[in-house]
Structures are given as C-alpha cells and as structure tokens.
C-alpha cells in the first residue's frame, strides 16, 4: 500500500494548492477505505487488463491536464492511450515498457537497482522522493537503542512480520509490532507473539508512531525512506526482490543495516543492536524530506 500513501502525500499537497483531482485503482478494501474517509473522488478500474481499454473512461470523468502513474509496471498500451488524449504522463519508480512514454520519470527508488531508466525526463536525486510532511515536525536525532518498531509495510504479502518477531523472541528481544489495514497474516502472528511484544494496527499517523523509537526493523519501501528522514535508523529485511538492492545501497551509505533478503535473512544482523546514534545523525543528512514540494514542482511546469 505503500503507492497509495505516495500519492496521498502528492494529494494532500494539490489539494492545498487548490488542484483538483481523481483516484483511479483497482478494487482493494483497505485503500478504498482510506480515500473515502479523506473524501478524495475515486473510481475502481480494472488496472491489470491492459486491452480493456478503461482509459477511456475514466479519461471522460474529467477535464484532466495529466495523469500520474503510480503502479511500478505502466505497460505500453496504456501509456500510449494517455499521451494520445494529449495529458502529461508522470510515472514513478517505473519499470513498465510505457515508461519510455513518460513526460516525467521519478525514479529515485529504482535508481538503486542500477537498472536503465526511461522517460523524457528522468529524476533519480533523493531529493524528489515524496515523504510524508509531517516527518519534519518529529525528526530527531536518537541517541539511545532500547524501544524497536517492527513494521514491514502496509500489506506484508509474505508475512515476514511473523519471521522478525519469531527471531527477535528467541533471542529474548522485545518490540512492538505495527501491521498496516491490508496485512492478512494475522493468526499467524498472534500465534508467535508473547507479553514483550505490543501489536498495533493501522496508527493514525505512521510518522508520529516513528517518533517514539530509537530504531525500526523495517522492509525496502516507501517507509524506510520516511523512517530514515525522520532519524529513525532501520535494519532492513528486503521483502520483494527490487529491495534488495535498495537495502544495500541504504546500507553502503550508512544509514541503514541490510539483512538480507526475508528468505534468506540474517538472524544475527536483526538482534543486533545497531550504532543508533551514527546512524541517526548520517540518515538525518543525507535523507531530504522535501521531496513532494518538488515533485509538484516539475508537474505544473508540463
């Protein structure tokens, strides 16, 4: 769910600057939710049916200026129906064959892969990475390593929440765990979980919850960018294969430890208690939080 959250920071910001907008997703409970309870408009589409030919639809709810691709894998059919209704295509993080399409390509997490990107316009500095506003209201630097976050994103598919919590039991560790709307493994979890271990799911306000912790056992997505912008050092374990080399590259520049990837995963590197202090204070420079001021930025100018 960490593409929803993206898009709503971007929202929440258009929405400020007096833009409209519209949400176009495939039919998920939890996400729905969400955006009816900010009362953004939103329609539910059949994404993966590249032939179905639902642009044109949705095309018609409005008098669109450009249309924003959040979904990793924006294939050539559908990008080429968008940039013949004459709107600007942005895309993020995409590894699709439309991307070539794309006016505007932010690509600051792809861009640890290594892999060659497409676009017009192609931005891979960590300046354009949009992350929650409120992350400059709670940064902080941490000092300490005794109160640890376990949260390994909104969905969690492979349930590696349930493998951390497992390894840090049996080295007599304690955590609270945090689960997002869709995780779908909890009888799993509760099975695992004693007295040291505090569950909480779905918080108001993810980056507020960060700021009570000295660090966060934490996937490679959107949320360890947000984690780290606040200070918040985290021990990465890489839940799909495109993090794990966003957890090396995390790590070789030292903001982060990387475990390994959750089939494969370090025991010792997730006990480990980490170098928090260091590692707070290299995160702190080296993670802008300002990313989504200038992503609108670019977008206007189309």
Partial sequence: MGHLFRMLVLADLMKQEGMSFHFFLNAHAPSEA????????????????????????????????????????????????????????????????????????FACMTAFQGALLYGKKVFTDLAFMILNPEIERYKRHRLQAEK????????????????????????????????????????????????????????PSLIEEFSHYDYAITGAGVTVFEALASGLPCVIVANEPHEVPIGKGLAAMGVAVYAGHHSEMDAACVTRIPDVPTLSGVALDKIPSHGAENVLHEIIKL
């Avoid at 959040?70 to 940039?83: F, G, N, S, V, Y």
Wanted: charged share 30%; hydrophobic share 45%.
């Fill in 34 to 105: 969400i955006l009816k309870k900010r009362g953004y408009v939103f329609d539910l589409v059949p994404l993966e049916e590249a032939s179905s030919g639902w642009e044109a639809d949705a095309l018609g709810k409005g008098d669109f200026k450009f249309w924003v691709d959040d979904r990793l894998d924006t294939d050539e059919i559908h990008a080429r129906c968008i940039k013949e209704a004459g709107l600007g295509l942005v895309t993020f993080d995409d590894r699709g064959a439309g991307a070539d399409m794309a006016d505007l390509h």
């Fill in 148 to 203: 640890v976050l376990v949260t390994l994103g909104g969905t969690d598919t492979f349930g590696v929440t349930v493998k951390v919590v497992e390894v840090l039991k049996q080295a007599g560790r304690a955590a609270t765990v945090l689960v997002g709307p869709g995780f779908e493994h909890m009888t799993e979890l509760k099975q695992v979980l004693t007295p040291d271990f505090e569950l909480k799911q779905y918080v």
